[in-house]
């Protein structure tokens, strides 16, 4: 089993930068795609960014795109998301995941973390 811990999280001004990590311990995850979801109070969850279990394949919300960038690290089994140009609508808890292929769709993820909040302030 895989336990994934998300970081990075905080409070920034709009047109700020961040960039979240996420810690895979346990079961390795590197033939594993891994994903980034946010949810922002009172809205559901929703798919942010993905990336292929090799790193050579990425897939981006349209909201985020130019903006945020997904890559990962295999030798130190963390997958991170550099988010630039941040704006008050980007506030939310962000989540990673894991799953068998880098999809939109959050139910093809197996683990997920617990989040780290990320605050945009205007």
């Known amino acids: 089993q895989v336990r994934l811990v998300e970081s990075g999280g905080g409070l920034v001004q709009a047109g700020g930068s961040l960039r979240l990590s996420c810690a895979a311990s346990g079961r390795t995850f590197s033939n594993y795609a891994m994903g980034w979801f946010r949810q922002a109070p009172g809205k559901e969850r929703e798919f942010v960014a993905a990336?292929?279990?090799?790193?050579?394949?990425?897939y981006y919300a349209d909201f985020v795109k130019g903006r945020f960038t997904i890559s990962r690290d295999i030798a130190k089994n963390t997958v991170y998301l550099q988010m630039n140009s941040l704006k008050p609508e980007d506030t939310a808890v962000y989540y990673c995941?894991?799953?068998?292929?880098?999809?939109?769709?959050?139910?093809?993820?197996?683990?997920w973390g617990l989040g780290t909040q990320v605050t945009v302030s205007s």
């Open positions: 995941a894991r799953g068998n292929t880098p999809v939109r769709d959050a139910n093809a993820y197996d683990s």
């Open positions: 990336i292929s279990w090799s790193g050579s394949t990425t």
